[in-house]
């Protein structure tokens, strides 16, 4: 919330900066030069109110990519679990085909920037698929747990899509190999504004 309420008050600060600066455009006393230039000034200013809120999505969405890239692996990109789970994320082979990546081992753990992509596509792929339980519950609480977009796209990631599903039609809670449940992931990754397409 904290958040949100700062870059609504950086956006209202700049904002009424472009207003005090901006003038009438269309007063006929101004020369056409004059004109050109508080257009420019005007356009510039809203380029840096979009500048400032990307800077803000692009922060948050690092600061979730590192806090899940620790939880799956401590941010390490060379690890393997005992399931096979690849990568900081932990992809597994078959997500990573259904995402149309057909690499090796070898290539997929030496390579952090694909690491990087896989994660985005993913949480694309699952934003799409989960988008109506999204839009139904984001901001209200559902057995004991406050939803978030980040909070369910953190559990899809952990449980799959399915598991997401399930737990919003009937309350059932999906646990991994380790015993960890998708509501602990709904919980640990709430509230982060990531802004994805």
Known sequence: ????????????????????????????????????ELVETKRLKEEAIKDSI???????????????GHRESTNRY??????????????GRSTLKGLG???????????????????????NHNKDKLQAYIDIFDGKTVNG?????????????????????RFFKNGRVFRDGNGTKITSYMEKFSGYDIALN
């Open 101 to 123: 990546y057909n690499v090796s081992k070898k290539e997929f753990l030496s390579n952090h920037d694909l690491q990087e992509e896989a994660m985005m596509a993913l949480l």
């Open 54 to 68: 990307n800077l803000y999505h692009q922060s948050e969405l690092d600061k979730f990519l590192t806090e899940v």
């Open 1 to 36: 919330m904290k958040k949100k309420i700062l870059i609504i008050a950086l956006t209202g600060v700049v904002l009424i900066s472009v207003g005090m600066t901006n003038g009438d455009i269309s007063d006929s006393s101004i020369d056409i030069e004059t004109k050109l």
């Open 145 to 165: 747990i406050y939803i978030t977009e980040s909070g369910i796209l953190a559990a899809a990631h952990l449980g799959g899509q399915g598991s997401v599903k």
């Open 78 to 91: 060379d690890v393997v679990n005992r399931w096979g789970y690849m990568g900081k994320y932990q992809f």
